[in-house]
C-alpha cells in the first residue's frame, strides 16, 4: 500500500487554519484583558477619584480637578 502524497494545498489550509485560530485566540484573550480593565476603572478607579474629589470640595482645596495626581496600579 502507498502512502499517499500530502498536497502543497493540504499543507497550506492547514497552516492557514493554524494561523486563524492563533488570531481568534488572541482576540478573545485581548476582550477578555480589556473587559477587566474596564471593571477595574468603573469599580476601583473612579469611585476613588470621585472620593478624592468629594473630600477636595469639603476642605475647599479644589481649585483645579485636572491637577489631581494619577491613581497608580
Known amino acids: 500500500m502507498k502512502?499517499?502524497?500530502?498536497?502543497?494545498i493540504t499543507i497550506l489550509d492547514k497552516l492557514h487554519r493554524g494561523a486563524v485560530y492563533a488570531c481568534v485566540g488572541v482576540t478573545l484573550y485581548g476582550t477578555f484583558l480589556l473587559?477587566?480593565?474596564?471593571?477595574?476603572?468603573?469599580t476601583v478607579v473612579k469611585p476613588e477619584r470621585q472620593r478624592q474629589?468629594?473630600?477636595?470640595?469639603?476642605?475647599g482645596?479644589?481649585?483645579?480637578?485636572?491637577?489631581t495626581p494619577e491613581l497608580k496600579y
Open 3 to 8: 502512502k499517499a502524497k500530502i498536497n502543497r
Open 53 to 59: 474629589e468629594l473630600k477636595m470640595i469639603e476642605e
Open 61 to 67: 482645596t479644589l481649585e483645579n480637578v485636572d491637577k
Open 35 to 42: 473587559g477587566l480593565r474596564v471593571h477595574r476603572f468603573f
